[in-house]
């Protein structure tokens, strides 16, 4: 498995350390931030916040993936999200990944400045996102989702299947090998119960071989099992960042990037990745 991930502003060696990528959301509806960020200077200011605390990448959506969120055409979510990306293009030196799963909007802010493509539909709600990536060089995120969660025989099994799904339609797309990431899709088509079980799996996915992200920040699992808030999650959080590291996450998406950030760093010395006490 490669452990490098190139982008047009920089390099993410997974082998040094686990990626920690901030979530900025500049939605009106988004399930934990919604209405926050989605003016252009407090979301530039949350994304400078969050390099300073640690974020490695800066991941920005304009459409809302909760539940009963209310979809929106390509046009309105690049109203949204163009502008911003390229202010924090501006302010900010890390990578930039855009949520999103329309073409259109993956070729807009790649052109703003985004360097990564964050699909929650593991490019097959709009398979020209592939080659909008490919064209650009850019990494691929590749989550897993469904329309209809019905799992016939074993979970893990058919999420490492519908994957595979993915990543050979991004791949006969023409994106890089090294240049694709897979995701499991904590709380996506998956009971808060079957989002525990693929957390407590993460290792299974390792055999696919791509770097594997983790994206359980605040999700309705912990709300669901703890009886907490969605305020009241980033305790919860850490716990599967460490988890997660400890069981091969590669990368973390998290909403608390100073917590989170801590948390990776000394898991990561605990694991020996990329260890450097001098550093």
Known sequence: MNRKLYTQHGELNLAKKTVVMGILNVTPDSFSDGGQFNDIDRAVKQAEKMVLEGADIIDIGGESTRPGHTPISEDEEIERVIPIIKKVRAAVSVPISIDTFKAKTARCALDAGADIVNDIWGAKFEPEIANVAAEYKAPLILM????????????????????????????????????????????????????????????????????????????????????????????????????????????????????????VKMTDLLVKKGVDLDG
């Open 144 to 263: 897993h989702n469904r329309k209809h969660p019905v799992y016939r025989y074993n979970l893990i099994d058919e999420i490492k299947a519908d994957l595979a799904e993915s990543i050979d339609l991004a791949l006969n797309n023409g994106v890089e090998e090294q240049q694709i990431i897979i995701d499991p899709g904590v709380g996506f088509a998956k009971s808060a119960e079957q989002s525990l079980e693929v957390i407590q799996n993460l290792d299974a996915f390792k055999s696919l071989g791509y770097p594997i992200l983790l994206g359980a920040s605040r999700k309705s699992v912990i709300g669901h099992l703890l009886d907490l808030s969605t305020s009241e999650r980033d305790e919860a959080t850490a716990a599967t960042t460490s988890y997660g590291i400890i069981n091969g996450a590669d990368m973390v998406r998290v909403h608390n990037v100073k917590m989170n950030a801590r948390i």
